[in-house]
């Protein structure tokens, strides 16, 4: 079936700008255009919107998804399994997060009091969830269920203030990696140095032990996994290769 643009963007719940806009970022060509000068969409491309708002409801940026969709690898069937698997430990952790407001709500009303602990509890899981939907096949597969475990346990026992410092840590790399790359830094510089210190500390939390070569190894991750790249890439493209690239260094000078 063949829709035009005001049909698909009725069909889809977005709007027929947004349908342009796309197009013009090379995201979502039409079949073709008519002698009018209509854009008309076949069936791939029905299936190449729904797959753009699955990543847009993930909270990914344009830039990022063009960067998934060219990937000669991308495969459609194996991109909805991993929405599904996301979509599922959203789910789960929604569903922890209800149950820590009710005991917060219980507690304020002069119930049973919550630990420490248990108030950090959900969000902590929810990391370690996550992770596992998104990546845990494939960290698993290398670097072994036992490391993998004892990263999860890691996590799941951090105090507190460890959670915070740790959340902070992750936030300032991405920051300072938007500001490196949009200054044209050298990976292998100063800062570049510097960013992968940041990461190495970063890891530190959530890793029972530290190796260069364990190191050097996820940085490749970062840029040979699309959705690693989309995630570093989320505000400022080429800030997975230049995390990758300065780790590089950073373990090679060691």
Not at 34 to 60: H, K, W
Not at 195 to 211: C, D, G, K
């Amino acid at each position: 079936m063949e829709y035009t643009i005001k049909a698909l963007a009725e069909l889809a719940g977005v709007t027929p700008r947004t349908l342009r806009w796309y197009d013009s970022q090379g995201l979502l060509k039409p079949l073709r255009t008519t002698e009018a000068g209509y854009r008309i969409y076949g069936p791939e491309q029905v299936d190449q919107l729904q797959t753009i708002l699955f990543y847009r409801e993930l909270g990914l940026e344009l830039q990022a998804i063009r960067t998934i969709l060219e990937d000669p690898a991308f495969d459609r069937q194996k991109a909805l399994q991993s929405h599904l698997a996301e979509l599922e430990t959203r789910r789960e952790r929604l569903d922890g997060l209800i149950l820590t407001v009710k005991n917060a709500i219980i507690e304020a009303k002069g119930g049973n009091k919550m630990s420490d602990s248990q108030k950090f509890e959900a969000f902590k899981r929810q990391i370690v969830e996550t992770n596992e939907a998104r990546y845990g096949k494939e960290i698993r597969e290398k670097y072994g269920d036992e490391t993998v475990d004892q990263s999860n346990t890691k996590v799941l026992s951090m105090s507190p203030e460890d959670h915070a410092r740790w959340q902070a840590l992750g936030d300032e790399i991405l920051s300072a990696l938007s500001a490196a790359v949009r200054a044209g830094e050298a990976p292998a510089g100063a800062e570049g140095r510097r960013i992968a210190e940041l990461h190495r500390q970063w890891l530190s939390f959530s890793w029972a032990s530290y190796t260069p070569q364990a190191h050097a190894g996820v940085a490749q991750m970062y840029v040979a996994d699309p959705r690693f790249t989309a995630y570093y890439d989320k505000e400022q493209p080429g800030c997975a290769a230049f995390l990758r690239d300065a780790i590089l260094a950073y373990t090679a000078a060691q």
